[in-house]
């Protein structure tokens, strides 16, 4: 087998890109805001689901393997393919090169509000060494915290619009990109679904984050019981 020429290797990074952007990083995102969202209906709800995900076994290797790589691979190829690309909005004025703008516009913040997020939730967590049942308490208490400022909650609602945007155009990329739109009309009437879905989890992170703002409950550490 032959090397790859340059057009075959650029295309193949559009492709794995676009593919690592469905599954598993956005994938990840929904499951990540639906989660989050049990906070709306009440603070157990949340709390047990924190419980469960930091109950799994090989939790780190299950992040590292499925989250984390996946998504710095997203990233740099993301960043290689904007510098690969030209943002010619200013000489041609159409709808598709906007939202080839503000996806790559996007893609940047979205890496700055991970590594803040990151910072501020998982990196604490596991220098406290918060582990198992200890790490919704600790983590519940680091979002009320965080909400309680106007900054923080500025933050966060910018990184969930910056998110859902990238996610739900990256859709009907990854279609385009994979054949699956065929037709004006095909693409058009995607583009709609798409937009309607991306609001719908905007509106989801939304909530999550006024109820934090609203009700910062504490909660105590579950304690499991003796067989």
């Known amino acids: 087998m032959g090397r790859l020429r340059k057009d075959q290797f650029h295309l193949l990074l559009i492709k794995t890109h676009s593919l690592t952007g469905l599954i598993p990083v956005g994938a990840f995102l929904v499951f990540h805001l639906a989660a989050n969202s049990l906070r709306t209906v009440g603070v157990w709800q949340y709390k047990l689901s924190i419980d469960l995900i930091n109950n799994l076994p090989f939790l780190i290797w299950i992040e590292i393997i499925f989250i984390y790589i996946p998504i710095l691979f997203h990233s740099l190829v993301g ?3 904007s510098f690969q690309g030209k943002l010619n909005v200013h000489r041609y004025n ?3 090169n906007w939202m ?5 516009l996007s893609g940047g913040v979205i890496f700055a509000f991970l590594v803040y ?3 501020t939730t998982v990196v604490p967590k596991l220098l406290a060494g918060k582990e198992q049942f200890e790490a919704a308490p600790f983590l519940i208490s680091v979002m009320n915290q965080e909400f309680q400022t106007l900054g923080g909650r500025v933050i966060y609602m910018v990184g969930i619009m910056a998110a859902t945007f990238h996610f739900a155009n990256g859709l009907w990329g990854f279609c385009m990109s994979w054949g ?3 037709g004006a009309a095909a ?4 583009s709609l679904i798409f937009i309607l879905f ?3 989890l905007t509106v989801i992170g939304f909530a999550t984050v006024v109820e934090f703002s609203m009700n910062p409950i504490e909660v105590q550490a579950t ?3 003796s067989f």
Do not use: K, S
């Open 198 to 200: 991306g609001l719908v």
């Open 180 to 182: 699956i739109l065929v």
């Open 117 to 119: 997020h990151m910072g």
């Open 223 to 225: 304690v499991p019981e």
């Open 187 to 190: 693409q058009r009437n995607a």
């Open 94 to 96: 159409y709808g598709r």
């Open 79 to 81: 960043v290689y393919l």
């Open 100 to 104: 080839y703008t503000l996806q790559r």
